[in-house]
Every structure is written in structure tokens, then in C-alpha cells.
């Protein structure tokens, strides 16, 4: 599916009926569930070529709506695919990027500070029965965002 997403026309990517379409017949014809699917679209849309901070308003509403469907546990989903988008996918490659991203969705409301400030500080858990549950990409992840949360937390 990430694959079927790199391979999609520019402007196909900015069209987000045509890539709800694909990522909602990944999701009945592989059984993917939301939080996998926040993975799978981040990286298949946002690969090192097609920068996320300056494509991201393009395809925000797919996560929005993802988030929402899910309710409550729907941004901790989100944060975990995150996560292995910076981490596991793209490792090194886009780090200089996640800094300014949680910056980015922080100012624009998608991740609030006291959510991103609690999972930092470990008062809040992600989804532990989620398959893209990590911890260990989540401590690279906390590393890396590091000097953005002390900054956030003065």
C-alpha cells in the first residue's frame, strides 16, 4: 500500500478522495485498522522526495478524519504512526523534519502540548494493544524531539 501511494501522480497525492480510495481498499482488502493506517499513509505520502512539513496541508484532512472516526484513542493512534514514520521508516532520513512537524501540529491544534508533554513524560501511554505500538522507537522518538518539548514546556 505505501508503494501504491509513492507511485500515484503528483497531483493525484493532493486529490484526497483518490488517496482515501486507496488506503480505504488497503484497509478492508488487508484488514488494517486505523492505527495502522496512519503509518501506512505517512509514509506513503510524505516519502524524503515529497517533504511532509510543506505537503502536509494537502493531505491533512485524511488524518483528521481517521482521528475522528476513531474517537478518543484516534491521536494516540496518530502519534504511534508517527513515530514509526520518523523512526522505523525513515530512520535518520527525515529527523531534522520532526522537531518542526510537532511544532507544526501543535500550532495548528491536531496534537495539544498537554498530550504531547504527557506521553513525553511518560504520564500518558499510547494504545498498548495497537500493533504499532513501540517502545523502543518511542524513546528514539522522545530523543529526537527533545529540545522542541523543553522549549514547549518554558
Request: hydrophobic content about 40%; overall charge neutral; charged content about 35%.
Given at each position: 500500500?505505501?508503494?501504491?501511494?509513492?507511485?500515484?501522480?503528483?497531483?493525484?497525492?493532493?486529490?484526497?478522495?483518490?488517496?482515501?480510495?486507496?488506503?480505504?481498499?488497503?484497509?478492508?482488502?488487508?484488514?488494517?485498522?486505523y492505527a495502522f493506517?496512519?503509518?501506512?499513509?505517512?509514509?506513503?505520502?510524505?516519502?524524503?522526495?515529497?517533504?511532509?512539513?510543506?505537503?502536509?496541508?494537502?493531505?491533512?484532512?485524511?488524518?483528521?478524519?481517521?482521528?475522528?472516526?476513531?474517537?478518543k484513542?484516534?491521536i494516540?493512534?496518530?502519534?504511534?504512526?508517527?513515530?514509526?514514520?520518523?523512526?522505523r521508516?525513515?530512520?535518520?532520513?527525515?529527523?531534522?523534519?520532526?522537531?518542526?512537524?510537532?511544532?507544526?501540529?501543535?500550532?495548528?491544534?491536531i496534537?495539544?502540548?498537554?498530550?504531547?508533554?504527557?506521553?513525553?513524560?511518560?504520564?500518558i501511554?499510547?494504545?498498548?494493544?495497537?500493533r504499532?505500538r513501540?517502545?523502543?522507537?518511542?524513546?528514539?522518538?522522545r530523543?529526537?524531539?527533545?529540545?522542541?518539548?523543553?522549549?514547549?514546556?518554558?
Amino acid at each position: 500500500m505505501i508503494g501504491d501511494l509513492q507511485s500515484c501522480k503528483k497531483d493525484d497525492l493532493k486529490d484526497n478522495e483518490i488517496v482515501s480510495d486507496i488506503l480505504e481498499l488497503g484497509k478492508s482488502t488487508y484488514g488494517l485498522d486505523y492505527a495502522f493506517l496512519h503509518y501506512v499513509a505517512l509514509a506513503g505520502l510524505f516519502p524524503p522526495k515529497r517533504n511532509i512539513l510543506k505537503n502536509w496541508t494537502h493531505n491533512e484532512e485524511i488524518f483528521l478524519n481517521f482521528v475522528k472516526n476513531e474517537g478518543k484513542i484516534g491521536i494516540e493512534h496518530f502519534l504511534q504512526g508517527l513515530i514509526l514514520y520518523f523512526i522505523r521508516k525513515y530512520k535518520g532520513d527525515l529527523d531534522k523534519y520532526a522537531p518542526t512537524f510537532m511544532k507544526k501540529l501543535v500550532d495548528e491544534n491536531i496534537i495539544s502540548d498537554k498530550f504531547l508533554i504527557g506521553w513525553y513524560e511518560k504520564e500518558i501511554t499510547l494504545d498498548k494493544n495497537a500493533r504499532t505500538r513501540d517502545k523502543k522507537a518511542e524513546k528514539k522518538f522522545r530523543d529526537l524531539i527533545e529540545k522542541f518539548i523543553e522549549w514547549l514546556k518554558d
